[in-house]
């Protein structure tokens, strides 16, 4: 009779190991493999002469969120753009434009492969694009401007919450 409880205890280790093995496996992986610049403009169409005007500029800031897996792999390249707009009166100060890129090898998300690209990715890339406005609208000759942080688990919320209002029928 021990031997049997033996056994079983033997069998239901193995099961439980198996099981571990299984969930190691599936576990979530997220890994960072590259930030880089994909694309980056600053125009300032009416310089010098917008350096006479005193009036402060109103500045808009604009973000959008891509991603797209590379075929066959767990690597996705992530694009967070960030476009600025100042502008006076009449004039525009400046437009700069930055899509700041990572390329992230994740895998395990499944269900939450899309939280994962529009929240923890784009809170990786967004000190760096942070940075490259500041300095692109500093070189151009203006003063320093600061992105504020994002939220981007309240934008993905709010994203979801207006995709689930728009498939509800009238």
Excluded at 106 to 126: K, R
């Amino acid at each position: 009779d021990s031997g049997r409880v033996g056994s079983e205890m033997c069998i239901r280790d193995r099961q439980t190991a198996a099981r571990n093995i299984r969930s190691e496996q599936n576990a979530l992986s997220f890994n960072l493999k590259k930030v880089y610049v994909k694309e980056i403009s600053c125009e300032s169409p009416r310089s010098p002469h917008i350096f006479l005007h005193e009036q402060a500029p109103e500045v808009d800031v604009q973000m959008n969120i891509t991603h797209s897996r590379l075929k066959d792999s767990d690597l996705y390249e992530v694009v967070l753009t960030i476009t600025v707009t100042a502008k006076g009166a009449e004039n525009t100060f400046f437009l700069c434009e930055v899509q700041q890129a990572g390329l992230f090898e994740v895998t395990g998300a499944y269900d939450e492969m899309e939280m994962v690209l529009e929240i923890a990715c784009p809170n990786i890339l967004l000190p760096f694009v942070r940075e490259a406005i500041s300095d692109l609208v500093g070189k151009g000759g203006f003063p320093q401007l600061l992105i504020n942080p994002i939220n981007f688990e309240a934008l993905y919320h709010q994203k979801m919450m207006a995709q689930q209002s728009d498939q509800k029928p009238n």
